[in-house]
Nanobody, 129 residues
Framework: ARLVESGGGLVQSGGSLRLSCTASEYHLDDYSIGWFRQAPGKEREGISCISIRDGPTYYSDSLKDRFTIGSDKSDNTIYLQMNNLGPKDTALYYC???????????????????????WGQGTQVTVYS
């Protein structure tokens, strides 16, 4: 199985983007799916996770006011709505999962990165001022 991210691009400060994560072979609602990002020279950062058991979990208090994770059942997509973007949001954004049916979202970024073994190729987000 492979996760595929899309929706990244170049956006001006203050703008918005909606990233999508999909996998054609699976109903993503059956799993816990996380969004992460990694900027050049920095560690991978957890943003959020969503599962049918828990709903949304946010790993970053500083991002939860601007970023929203959700599920779009009509096209089997887990999305990340990002608003009021700034240059510090420039990074490669990934979705990931462990493809365990009915799993809870990991409690922390560290556990999520350790346990999630299926990662997409990433979608680049670049924000200019």
């Amino acid at each position: 199985a492979r996760l595929v991210e899309s929706g990244g691009g170049l956006v001006q400060s203050g703008g918005s983007l909606r990233l999508s994560c999909t996998a054609s072979e699976y109903h993503l609602d059956d799993y816990s799916i996380g969004w992460f990002r990694q900027a050049p020279g920095k560690e991978r950062e957890g943003i959020s996770c969503i599962s049918i058991r828990d709903g949304p979990t946010y790993y970053s208090d500083s991002l939860k006011d601007r970023f929203t994770i959700g599920s779009d059942k009509s096209d089997n997509t887990i999305y990340l709505q990002m608003n009021n973007l700034g240059p510090k949001d420039t990074a490669l954004y990934y979705c990931a999962t462990d493809f365990m049916v009915g799993a809870h979202c990991p409690a922390t970024t560290t556990i999520a990165i350790e346990n999630f073994d299926s990662w997409g190729q990433g979608t680049q987000v670049t924000v200019y001022s």
